[in-house]
């Protein structure tokens, strides 16, 4: 079955310091991949996403290339902030249906 | 545009007991989902409404999860009995699809954090 499997984290990192988040997938198909992202006591939001082999998706200073060769949508931030941390998803969609399916998220922990 | 509401915030329960969820998704978003986030880990698809009619329940325990979406609008998930490992999140999202194959951003609530005792 489809599945999603992210780096164990937490993740601790200076201010400034180069981020990366690994996710791998398994899925049948052409899945849709995703980064969530889900600061201290609010809900999920959606950071990025691809599409399709190739494309990167990129927001606030974040990205990640969907690399079906690889089978993977690591995640990557030149140089992150006290504010960037959260606990970061990555998720897959795949199939007839929107259903989500998620890792199991890695906390960011940036210290000043 | 208001984001989807959920309530309660939070819950404690003895094992056994009952406990309903609510969620209101955002105005016009005809597609509602409810995720189990167990500590830990990801959220997990329990159940996918299109308007009022169920998607996908294929991971919804049955004989104690229910759930309904009545007037398409507003939903509630229900446990009874409930055991110690419902203790998790329970995450409402909605997005505008109006197919079940729709690929409309999901967009979730705050959460309730169930506690079984």
């Known amino acids: 079955g489809n599945s999603v499997t992210q780096m164990e984290g937490p993740v601790t990192l200076s201010e400034e310091a180069f981020l990366t988040i690994n996710c791998t997938y398994t899925?049948?198909?052409?899945?849709?991949l995703f980064w969530y992202v889900q600061y201290p006591g609010e809900g999920l939001q959606l950071l990025l996403k691809a599409t399709k082999a190739d494309d990167k998706g990129s927001n606030k200073g974040f990205e990640a290339t969907y690399r079906k060769e690889t089978t993977s949508f690591h995640l990557e931030k030149g140089s992150v902030q006290v504010s960037d941390s959260a606990v970061y998803f990555c998720a897959l969609r795949s199939g007839n249906t929107g259903k989500l399916i998620f890792g199991q998220g890695t906390t960011l922990q940036v210290k000043p | 545009e208001a984001g989807v509401a959920q309530s309660p915030r939070y819950k404690i329960i003895e094992k056994r007991q009952s406990v309903a969820f609510w969620c209101n998704p955002i105005?016009?978003?005809?597609?509602l989902y409810w995720y189990q986030q167990i500590l830990g880990q990801g959220p997990k698809l329990l159940i996918q409404f299109q308007n009022n009619g169920v998607v996908d329940d294929s991971q919804l325990p049955k004989d104690r999860f229910s759930a309904e979406r009545l007037k398409g609008v507003d939903s509630t998930l229900k446990i009874q009995p409930a055991k110690l490992e419902d203790s998790a999140v329970y995450l409402c999202?909605?997005?505008?699809?109006?197919?079940?194959?729709?690929?409309?951003?999901?967009?979730f609530g705050p959460g309730t954090r169930l506690t079984v005792l």
């Open positions: 899925a049948t198909g052409y899945p849709s």
């Open positions: 999202a909605s997005s505008r699809a109006t197919s079940a194959g729709g690929r409309d951003e999901q967009f």
């Open positions: 105005s016009g978003h005809a597609t």
